[in-house]
Nanobody, 124 residues
């Protein structure tokens, strides 16, 4: 079973909302030891951090995501959400969920478990 499975991507018009989910059921009993993050990537560009949540529930966001995106976690279900509002065409990307046993940072290199990604497309 894949450790991380994203869902919820799709096509939406600019200004609309979308909620992504990341199921971490593949982590078994070690899930509580990990910090979680959402990242995104477009073709030809580096993967960039969007939002993170640490073991205590403290969140952090990229400048682009602040005020529009919210990361949250249901620890009992082992699901991490990314609620996105007021979406813009520049938010179009493949969105990835990731886990790290280290600190919750927006740097992809800190994360050693990745999902397959879910595509978000925002039209003008």
């Amino acid at each position: 079973q894949a450790p991380l499975v994203e869902s919820g991507g799709g096509s939406v018009q600019a200004g609309g909302p979308l909620r992504l989910s990341c199921a971490a059921s593949g982590f078994s009993s070690r899930y509580s030891e990990y910090c979680m993050g959402w990242f995104r990537q477009t073709p030809g560009k580096e993967r960039e951090g969007v939002a993170t949540i640490d073991r205590e529930g403290t969140t952090s966001y990229s400048e682009s995501a602040k005020g529009r995106f919210t990361i949250s976690e249901d620890k009992a279900k082992r699901i991490v959400y990314l609620q996105m509002t007021n979406l813009r065409p520049e938010d179009t990307a493949m969105y990835y969920c990731a886990a790290t046993p280290y600190s919750a940072q927006l740097y992809p290199d800190m994360y050693n478990h990745w999902g397959q990604g879910t595509q978000v497309t925002v039209s003008a």
